[in-house]
Nanobody, 127 residues
Framework: QVQLVESGGGLVQTGGSLGLSCAASGRAPNIFGLGWFRQAPGKEREFVAAISYNGVRIYYAASVEGRFTISRDNAKNTLYLQMNSLKPEDTAVYYC????????????????????WGQGTQVTISS
């Protein structure tokens, strides 16, 4: 079992920045691939970014590439998402998730690749 707890959500104006964190605990969380997903009201959960267990492979959704940066600190068992140039369409509940393996981008982008999920943190961008 891996437990995930997100933090850092909040309200920010368009064009602003926000940083999210996800603290992982439990069974060797540093061997899991980690990802961020988001879900807006009435919409399906969508992929945002993912990073392999060693940080070598990183994947982004086209909608956030160039604006968001995913990183991890295995010594602290923490996943991060730095979000810049935020837009109203970035408003959603953001979830972190852990996957046994992230081999390629197709796998990283699928909800079904992830075995563990956090409870989510709300991010709201005002226009």
């Amino acid at each position: 079992q891996v437990q995930l707890v997100e933090s850092g959500g909040g309200l920010v104006q368009t064009g602003g920045s926000l940083g999210l964190s996800c603290a992982a605990s439990g069974r060797a969380p540093n061997i899991f691939g980690l990802g961020w997903f988001r879900q807006a009201p009435g919409k399906e959960r969508e992929f945002v970014a993912a990073i392999s267990y060693n940080g070598v492979r990183i994947y982004y959704a086209a909608s956030v590439e160039g604006r968001f940066t995913i990183s991890r600190d295995n010594a602290k068992n923490t996943l991060y998402l730095q979000m810049n140039s935020l837009k109203p369409e970035d408003t959603a509940v953001y979830y972190c998730a852990a996957a046994p393996a992230l081999i390629n981008s197709d796998q990283a982008m699928k909800v079904s690749s992830y075995a563990y999920w956090g409870q989510g943190t709300q991010v709201t961008i005002s226009s």
